[in-house]
T-cell receptor
Framework: RKEVEQDPGPFNVPEGATVAFNCTYS??????FFWYRQDCRKEPKLLMS???SGNEDGRFTAQLNRASQYISLLIRDSKLSDSATYLC??????????????FGQGTILTVHP | NAGVTQTPKFRVLKTGQSMTLLCAQD?????MYWYRQDPGMGLRLIHY???????AKGEVPDGYNVSRLKKQNFLLGLESAAPSQTSVYFC????????????FGPGTRLTVT
């Protein structure tokens, strides 16, 4: 089983729709979680951190479920510009300098008119 | 600030040739990383550095070498390129290791024939 797994999609939704993706992780020692966004043929960029209590940034809501070991990203009122690949990142305390940072393979979202 | 830059942007190599990818950052970050991204595999860490003069192996270091002679530069070398090294290579930097935001460069698309 992969340490971090995402449904690769693609998710095709109309403008204005609400869409959610999950990311599951296998190591219960995972401590920090992030969502990155990657546009086609571009570099990943941080979208938002995921806090234990859940957090919101405009139309985006991130949640963490430690019991079931997954994080989620909810996008409300989808815009065409939300079309991208969404990467989850899980960091496990591993005693190494860089922690143990693992990327999911990404979920492709396409928002159509 | 230019952030993180990478050269070259594209390169085609023949099997057995060598090349060096250059990453530069102007944010005075201590940590620098080299990732490769392949379809369905997510981003995988090749090598990383926690400061000038230091380097360490990541998940997939075989066939690559790195050097960090100056704090702002991180070089990735392929001594004898193989078709399996065809990939998109991303450099990243961060203020510290583990639980911090990664800043990525725009990537280098490498094809080995």
């Amino acid at each position: 089983r992969k340490e971090v797994e995402q449904d690769p999609g693609p998710f095709n939704v109309p403008e204005g729709a609400t869409v959610a993706f999950n990311c599951t992780y296998s190591n219960s020692a995972s401590q920090s979680f992030f969502w990155y966004r990657q546009d086609c043929r571009k570099e990943p960029k941080l979208l938002m951190s995921v806090y234990s209590s859940g957090n919101e940034d405009g139309r985006f809501t991130a949640q963490l479920n430690r019991a079931s070991q997954y994080i989620s990203l909810l996008i409300r009122d989808s815009k065409l510009s939300d079309s991208a690949t969404y990467l989850c990142v899980v960091i496990r305390a591993g005693g190494t300098s860089y922690g143990k940072l693992t990327f999911g393979q990404g979920t492709i979202l396409t928002v159509h008119p | 600030n230019a952030g993180v830059t990478q050269t070259p942007k594209f390169r085609v190599l023949k099997t057995g040739q060598s090349m060096t990818l250059l990453c530069a950052q102007d944010m005075n970050h201590e940590y620098m990383y080299w990732y490769r991204q392949d379809p369905g595999m997510g981003l995988r860490l090749i090598h990383y550095s926690v400061g000038e003069g230091t380097t360490a192996k990541g998940e997939v270091p075989d066939g690559y070498n790195v050097s960090r002679l100056k704090k702002q530069n991180f070089l990735l070398g392929l001594e004898s390129a193989a078709p399996s090294q065809t990939s998109v290579y991303f450099c990243a930097s961060s203020n510290s290791g583990g639980d911090t935001r990664l800043y990525f460069g725009p990537g280098t698309r490498l094809t080995v024939t």
